[in-house]
């Protein structure tokens, strides 16, 4: 919907219902176009989760010391082992020289 300012004015609180409603409000003024939108209309979905803490009945002690320094040396393993196959390393090439064909 789009209505000039003078509307708006006069129509305010029944325009801003509409746009909390989720009608697309529009308003003219001096050919520019205004859009009233809520603020948290186009909220992200992860914004509105609830974060909740999982146990695992008999599962490993998280804050053991040596289960953290194996977790942390089979993560810098696997960090490795993607960095050298998404970068290899190589030694530049040397061009390679033409030979003229005749002797």
Do not use: C, Y
């Not at 801003?16 to 809520?38: L, N, Y």
């Not at 948290?40 to 999982?54: G, V, W």
């Amino acid at each position: 919907m789009e209505v000039p300012i003078s509307k708006f004015r006069s129509n305010l609180f029944a325009l801003v219902d509409q746009a909390m409603d989720g009608t697309d409000v529009w308003v003219v003024h001096k050919g520019r176009r205004f859009r009233i939108v809520p603020e948290n209309l186009h909220s992200d979905k992860l914004s509105r989760i609830t974060p909740m803490q999982i146990l695992v009945p008999g599962g490993p002690d998280l804050e053991d010391p040596k289960l953290k320094a194996e977790l942390l040396a089979e993560m810098q393993t696997e960090w490795e082992a993607d960095w050298d196959r998404d970068f290899p390393a190589t030694t530049p090439k040397k061009p390679a020289r033409k030979r003229s064909g005749k002797r």
